[in-house]
């Protein structure tokens, strides 16, 4: 239930920036952006996709993988690089 909750609460988040983008975009009415701006404007927000899945495909992998655990636990860090209080 509180799953349902979740999805209907994003799901109204994306339909009320949906308008919100709609009606700005239809207030510009005097703005053209050429076919070069176009290009530009899907490029970057293709690649900007692409960014934040490849970064959170990163962080599934490493999470998965135990590196964050071994971090955490403070088994990776070199003695070198432990403070004196550890070490006790």
């Known amino acids: 239930m509180k799953s349902f ?3 209907l609460f994003l799901g109204g988040l994306l339909l ?3 308008i919100g983008a ?3 975009w239809s207030d510009m009415a005097g703005v053209e952006i050429s076919l070069h701006g176009m290009i530009a404007l ?3 927000l293709i690649l900007t996709f ?3 899945g ?3 495909a ?5 999470s998965r993988s135990g590196h964050d655990q071994r971090v955490a636990d403070g088994d990776g860090v070199h003695p070198r690089h ?4 550890d070490t006790r």
């Open 82 to 85: 432990r403070s004196e209080r």
């Open 22 to 24: 709609y009606l700005l």
């Open 58 to 62: 990163l962080v599934f992998i490493s």
């Open 16 to 18: 009320f920036s949906g």
């Open 50 to 52: 692409l960014v934040g």
């Open 54 to 56: 490849g970064l959170m």
């Open 42 to 44: 899907i490029g970057g």
């Open 5 to 7: 909750f979740l999805l």
